[in-house]
């Protein structure tokens, strides 16, 4: 299971059930993201951050990428995403 699933099926209401289960309905897209933050630690990670930034923001829209002192270019792939950078 991905790390993505994983946030998915824990924010479900009720913490428990998985979002394949067939009381559940099918994807994120009908669950409530209400007042969820979605966190992602970053160090070096150039290669992979916007999409797994963007992947997030498919999922919730608030989303914050905590940059521990990249020397790639991890910041510049982040910009024009909406999500908050720390850095």
Do not use: F
Not at 4 to 21: D, F
Not at 33 to 61: F, M, N, Q, S
Request: aromatic share 4%; hydrophobic share 45%.
């Amino acid at each position: 299971m991905s790390i993505m699933s994983t946030l998915a099926s824990k924010a479900v209401e009720g913490g428990e059930r998985s979002l394949e289960t067939p009381e559940t309905p099918a994807g994120p897209a009908q669950m409530s993201w209400e007042g969820v933050w979605i966190a992602i630690p970053a160090y070096d990670e150039a290669r992979t951050i916007r999409k797994l930034t963007l992947d997030a923001l498919a999922l919730c829209p608030r989303v914050v990428v905590v940059n521990d002192a990249s020397r790639d270019e991890t910041m510049a792939e982040l910009q024009g995403l909406p999500a908050v950078v720390l850095w």
